[in-house]
């Protein structure tokens, strides 16, 4: 039977399968540590954002494809090998339904995991990492979590879910442009990074131009060095919050 405590650290997704669907190229990370954890997806085909200086200079149809990314996070409950994922927050909005898996091991010790309310199968190896810390925060609006081995880290941000995204993804991919949405769905960020000294480059990102790029700032508090729609760049003191990011 598969527990809490096994589904502790870090796992990277190697494929999932479902009828008439397998990806075996998404990149896909999940950080667990105690009943919290964070999760990016980053499609393997992104538009090229090389010589932008910020992402409104993407056609619709580009960012349409950015927002095949996903990144959500919040804490988990597992009975009888079943998780399930609460999102606190969700890159988004408001999940369809709830994310609920059947745990198991196949012959090799990788994590196998079975969709109860939709029909697919995860494989997912586990990374070698330290002991990770885990650090509920919030910068004004947005909340969420910093889970941290020390080396490499994940940062989910986010406002409380509303709504969700599907009819705004499904007009830019026909050409149409919701300034207002866009810059308010950039606001959140979903980043995986390593650091360097005091620095945190972001390694993966919601927001592509965050990639190669300081993400956060570790001394006396974390500083989130926010990238909006526009290209401006805020520099965002994380502050720690004494409850998980549902608050």
Do not use: K
Request: glycine share 10%; hydrophobic share 40%; net charge negative.
């Amino acid at each position: 039977m598969t527990g809490q405590a096994a589904l502790q650290g870090h796992w990277r997704r190697e494929w999932i399968r479902a009828p008439g669907f397998e990806d075996h190229s998404t990149q896909v990370h999940w950080l667990q540590a105690g009943d919290l954890f964070a999760d990016l997806r980053i499609p393997a085909e992104r538009p090229d954002v090389r010589g932008l200086s910020a992402l409104s200079e993407l056609p619709a149809r580009d960012l349409s494809r950015l927002l095949e990314a996903e990144g959500f996070a919040g804490h988990t409950t597992v009975q009888d090998g079943r998780c399930t994922w609460h999102r606190h927050i969700n890159w988004h909005g408001v999940p369809p339904q709830a994310d609920i898996g059947q745990m198991s091991w196949d012959a090799d010790g990788a994590l196998i995991e079975d969709g109860v309310l939709s029909e697919y199968r995860e494989l997912w190896r586990r990374e070698e990492m330290p002991v990770p810390q885990v650090h509920p925060v919030r910068a004004g609006a947005q909340t969420g979590l910093l889970i941290d081995s020390g080396s490499l880290f994940v940062l989910a941000m986010g406002p409380a879910p509303a709504g969700d995204t599907t009819a705004f993804r499904a007009a830019l991919a026909a050409g149409e442009r919701d300034e207002a949405a866009l810059h308010a769905q950039f606001e959140s960020e979903y980043l995986l990074g390593h650091w360097d000294g005091r620095f945190g480059i972001a390694a993966l990102s919601t927001n592509p131009l965050h990639e190669g790029h300081v993400a956060l700032e570790r001394g006396d508090e974390f500083t989130w060095h926010a990238l909006a729609f526009d290209g401006r760049e805020t520099a965002r003191s994380l502050d720690p919050v004494q409850v998980p990011v549902d608050a």
